[in-house]
C-alpha cells in the first residue's frame, strides 16, 4: 500500500499538513562563507520560530540547499545551531554558508520525519546523508482493470488498479518469477490491445504457459480461479497451493486423463522452482524487511534482504554517501527514511543495531504498510541468524565496492594523465547526434564522474537549425545551446554543472565544429578531445583521439583507459539512439488530424472509426462531417474550417 499523496506539500490538500511560508529569512551579502553571519541568519529565524515540530531547510547566497532538517520543537531545534562553538567542523561550515532558512511546520514529528525524507530526495542536499540510488524498485502488479487480469513487471507510482508484489531486488529475479508463475497458474501477460484482436491462441498457449481466455480456450470462472491461487500463492500461502495442485493432478491420473495429469505436474515443479529459486531460512517471518550495515575506509554500506509470504525476493547493497562525522545510528535512520519515501514499508522490520528514534520511523511508516510497523534488533534465534547473513553480505558488498573504487579511481588519474588534463575531472560531458539521412535529428547529452552516470542530468536538444544531414552543423547547434544557456544561467561557474571535459563522438570535422561554437561564445577553457574509429573502423579495438590542436593519440588495445572512454562513449551513443528511436515512433504514430484545435483524441478517434484515414476526412463535406458518431456541429465545422479555410 503507497502512502496518500497528500503527504506532499505539493498536493492540494497539502495546506492542510504542511504550512511552508510560516517563516522564511534572506539575508543579502557577500556568498563567501561567514560564520558570523550564517550565525545571525538563524537568530532571526528563532525568533518567530513556534515550538511545534517541523521541518527547517538552510540555504546559501544563491538558494541552494545546504541542508534538510526535521525537528519535533523547531525553535529548540533549531537554536543548537546558535552555539556554533559546539558543533563539530562540519556543521560549521554548513553555517557559514547559510544565508537563509524555509521552515515548514507539520502536525506531528512523524509527518515531520516523511517530508524530510521528501526533501532530501528532492534537493539531495550536500550536508544530508544521500542514499543514491538511480534505478527504482520492480515489483510484479496482478491487474484488477479488465475480466482477465494480465500478470506484468511494474516500476514506478502504482498507480494502476491491482495487487502489487515486492519489491524484488532487481528486474532479473522478477523476470524469472514472472516465467515461473506463468507456468504454473497460466496467467496472460499480454497488452489489453492484443488480447482483444487474437482470434487464435499465441505461441504462449503452445508452450503452456498461458490459458488462452482471449480466445475463449478457458472460461471467466475457471481463470478467476487460477489468478485467486496466484494471490495465494504470492501472499504467503504456497504450501496449501501446491497441495491443492497435488491433489488435482492426483484426481486426474485417477481418471486416466493423463495429458490434464502431465499438465498440473509441470505446474508443480514450476511453484517447486519458485520456492527453491527463493528459499532461505525465514522460518517464523512472514513480510519483512532486513538491514545490516558495516563501515570501513570511511564508507558505509548497507544490504537489504526482501521477505515477502515467507520467501526471499531477492537483496541488495546500498551506499549511501555524506556519512562523515555522523554515528552510525544516524547513518542508518536517515537511510530507513529516505528508503522508505518510495518503497512500501513491511509490518517486520529488522535492524542490526539499536536505533534512538525506532518509535517516530515506526509511526511514520504506519501509513504507508496499512498497520503498525515494528522495528527490532533480533537477539536469538532465525531472526538473528538473518542478520548475521546480512551483515556477512554488507562486509562483503562494501570490501567489493571499495576494491571497485580503488580500481576506478587508478583509470580516471590515468585518463587525465593521457589527455593532458591538470587534474582529474569530476564532470565529464559525452556528446553524440543521431538522425536519419537528416530527419529527426537529436543532439544527445550524458555525464560522469567518479562516481559514474549521472543519469539525472542527461539531456537530449532537438535539432532545429540543421536541416541536412551535416553533423558538424548539428554539433554546433548543440555546443551553442548548451554552453549559450551555461553563461546565462550560471556565469560565475560556482553551480557544479560546467564540465571538466566535454567528450564528443566524432573526429577532426567534430572537433573543429565544436572548437569554433564555443571560441564564439568566448569560452576557451574547457578541455575538448574527439573519439574517433581508428583506421580499420574499430575491428581491433583502437581508436583515435583528437585534440582542439589538431594532434592524435591512441591506446593500446589491452588498456583500462581505453576501455573506460570506449564505455562513455557507446553510453551517450545508446542515449543518442534510444531518445531518436522515440521520437521517430512519436512521429509515426501521429496523425495529421493532431493539429486541428480542439480535437482531443476521442474525436480523433471517432473520426477515423467513421471515415477510415486521415485522407477521406480531409476530402469529406461539411454534412458528412456532421454526420459521423460523436462529432457534434461544431467540431464538424472546426474541422472542415480547418481544410477549407475562407478567404
Known amino acids: 500500500m503507497a502512502r496518500t499523496p497528500a503527504g506532499t506539500p505539493e498536493h492540494p490538500q497539502g495546506l492542510e499538513r504542511f504550512n511552508e511560508d510560516r517563516a522564511t529569512y534572506t539575508v543579502r551579502g557577500s556568498d563567501q562563507p561567514d560564520l558570523q553571519a550564517g550565525v545571525q541568519v538563524i537568530r532571526d529565524t528563532v525568533r518567530t520560530l513556534p515550538p511545534k515540530p517541523g521541518v527547517y531547510r538552510m540555504q546559501d547566497a544563491r538558494g541552494e540547499v545546504l541542508y534538510v532538517g526535521k525537528a519535533r520543537a523547531l525553535k529548540n531545534r533549531v537554536a543548537n545551531y546558535t552555539q556554533w562553538e559546539r558543533l563539530p567542523g562540519?556543521?560549521?561550515?554548513?553555517?557559514?554558508?547559510?544565508?537563509?532558512?524555509?521552515?515548514?511546520?507539520?502536525?506531528?514529528?512523524?509527518?515531520?520525519?516523511?517530508?524530510?525524507?521528501?526533501?532530501?530526495?528532492?534537493?539531495?542536499?550536500?550536508?544530508?546523508?544521500?542514499?543514491?540510488?538511480?534505478?527504482?524498485?520492480?515489483f510484479i502488479l496482478l491487474r484488477a482493470d479488465h475480466a482477465f487480469p494480465r500478470i506484468m513487471k511494474h516500476r514506478g507510482a502504482r498507480k494502476a488498479q491491482g495487487n502489487y508484489y515486492g519489491p524484488f531486488a532487481s528486474a532479473g529475479s522478477v523476470n524469472t518469477t514472472i516465467n515461473a508463475l506463468q507456468k504454473l497458474f497460466l496467467l496472460r501477460s499480454c497488452t489489453d490491445s492484443f488480447f482483444a484482436r487474437r482470434d487464435r491462441p499465441c505461441l504462449l498457449y503452445q508452450i503452456k504457459r498461458c490459458s488462452a481466455p482471449c480466445v475463449g480456450r478457458i472460461d471467466e470462472a475457471g481463470y478467476d480461479e487460477l489468478v485467486q491461487e496466484a494471490k495465494d500463492f504470492?501472499?504467503?500461502?504456497?504450501?496449501?497451493?501446491?497441495?491443492?495442485?497435488?491433489?488435482?493432478?492426483?484426481?486426474?491420473?485417477?481418471?486416466?486423463?493423463?495429458?490434464?495429469?502431465?499438465m498440473l505436474r509441470d505446474r508443480l515443479r514450476a511453484a517447486t522452482f519458485i520456492q527453491g529459486s527463493q528459499a532461505i531460512n525465514a522460518e517464523g517471518l512472514d513480510n519483512a524487511d532486513i538491514f545490516a550495515m558495516a563501515t570501513k575506509g570511511g564508507q558505509v554500506g548497507v544490504q537489504a534482504f526482501f521477505i515477502r509470504g515467507g520467501q526471499n525476493w531477492g537483496h541488495r547493497a546500498f551506499?549511501?554517501?555524506?556519512?562523515?562525522?555522523?554515528?552510525?545510528?544516524?547513518?542508518?535512520?536517515?537511510?530507513?527514511a529516505q528508503f522508505y519515501e518510495e518503497?512500501?514499508?513491511?509490518?517486520?522490520?529488522?535492524?542490526?543495531?539499536?536505533?534512538?528514534?525506532?518509535?517516530?520511523?515506526?509511526?511514520?511508516?504506519?501509513?504507508?504498510?496499512?498497520?503498525?510497523?515494528?522495528?527490532?534488533?533480533?537477539?536469538?534465534?532465525?531472526?538473528?541468524?538473518?542478520?548475521?547473513?546480512?551483515?556477512?553480505?554488507?562486509v562483503e558488498a562494501l570490501d567489493r565496492r571499495l576494491a571497485e573504487r580503488g580500481t576506478q579511481?587508478?583509470?580516471?588519474?590515468?585518463?587525465?594523465?593521457?589527455?593532458?588534463?591538470?587534474?582529474?575531472?569530476?564532470?565529464?560531458?559525452?556528446?553524440?547526434?543521431?538522425?536519419?539521412?537528416?530527419t529527426k535529428a537529436l543532439g544527445a547529452m550524458v555525464v560522469a564522474g567518479p562516481e559514474g552516470f549521472v543519469k539525472n542530468q542527461y539531456r537530449k536538444f532537438n535539432i532545429k537549425s540543421a536541416q541536412t544531414d551535416d553533423d558538424f552543423a548539428m554539433m554546433r547547434e548543440v555546443m551553442t545551446r548548451r554552453f549559450g544557456r551555461a553563461q546565462e544561467e550560471d556565469p560565475e561557474r560556482q553551480?557544479?554543472?560546467?564540465?571538466?571535459?566535454?567528450?564528443?563522438?566524432?573526429?577532426?570535422?567534430?572537433?573543429?565544429?565544436?572548437?569554433?561554437?564555443?571560441?564564439?561564445?568566448?569560452?576557451?577553457?574547457?578541455?575538448?578531445?574527439?573519439?574517433?574509429?581508428?583506421?580499420?573502423?574499430?575491428?581491433?579495438?583502437?581508436?583515435?583521439?583528437h585534440f582542439p590542436d589538431g594532434r592524435e593519440k591512441m591506446l593500446p588495445v589491452n588498456s583500462p583507459v581505453l576501455f573506460h572512454l570506449q564505455r562513455l562513449r557507446d553510453e551517450v551513443h545508446r542515449f543518442a539512439i534510444g531518445a531518436h528511436r522515440a521520437k521517430r515512433s512519436r512521429a509515426i504514430s501521429a496523425s495529421p488530424l493532431d493539429e486541428i484545435p480542439g480535437i482531443g483524441p476521442a474525436r480523433k478517434r471517432a473520426l477515423l472509426l467513421h471515415f477510415g484515414t486521415a485522407g477521406k476526412v480531409r476530402a469529406a463535406g461539411l454534412e458528412d462531417l456532421q454526420r459521423a458518431p460523436g462529432v457534434s456541429s461544431a467540431v464538424a465545422q472546426a474541422v472542415y474550417d480547418f481544410y477549407h479555410p475562407r478567404g
Open 319 to 336: 551506499f549511501p554517501t555524506h556519512t562523515e562525522d555522523l554515528s552510525e545510528e544516524e547513518v542508518m535512520q536517515s537511510f530507513l
Open 343 to 394: 518503497v512500501p514499508p513491511a509490518r517486520c522490520i529488522l535492524v542490526d543495531r539499536e536505533l534512538p528514534e525506532a518509535d517516530l520511523i515506526s509511526e511514520a511508516l504506519r501509513e504507508g504498510a496499512g498497520g503498525k510497523v515494528e522495528i527490532s534488533v533480533p537477539q536469538r534465534g532465525t531472526r538473528r541468524r538473518l542478520i548475521a547473513q546480512a551483515t556477512r553480505n554488507a
Open 409 to 438: 579511481a587508478k583509470v580516471w588519474r590515468e585518463m587525465a594523465e593521457f589527455l593532458e588534463l591538470p587534474e582529474i575531472p569530476q564532470r565529464v560531458e559525452i556528446y553524440d547526434n543521431s538522425h536519419i539521412q537528416g
Open 90 to 138: 562540519r556543521l560549521q561550515r554548513m553555517v557559514s554558508q547559510t544565508r537563509s532558512m524555509t521552515i515548514v511546520t507539520t502536525n506531528s514529528e512523524a509527518e515531520a520525519l516523511l517530508l524530510e525524507a521528501q526533501l532530501i530526495k528532492r534537493f539531495r542536499p550536500p550536508y544530508n546523508v544521500l542514499l543514491r540510488d538511480d534505478k527504482s524498485f520492480p
Open 234 to 262: 504470492l501472499g504467503g500461502r504456497s504450501s496449501a497451493v501446491q497441495r491443492k495442485i497435488e491433489a488435482q493432478m492426483a484426481q486426474a491420473a485417477q481418471d486416466l486423463d493423463f495429458e490434464r495429469a502431465a
Open 495 to 545: 553551480s557544479g554543472m560546467w564540465p571538466d571535459l566535454v567528450l564528443i563522438d566524432g573526429g577532426k570535422g567534430q572537433m573543429s565544429s565544436v572548437r569554433d561554437a564555443l571560441e564564439e561564445l568566448g569560452i576557451e577553457d574547457v578541455n575538448l578531445i574527439a573519439i574517433a574509429k581508428g583506421p580499420h573502423h574499430g575491428r581491433e579495438g583502437r581508436e583515435v583521439f
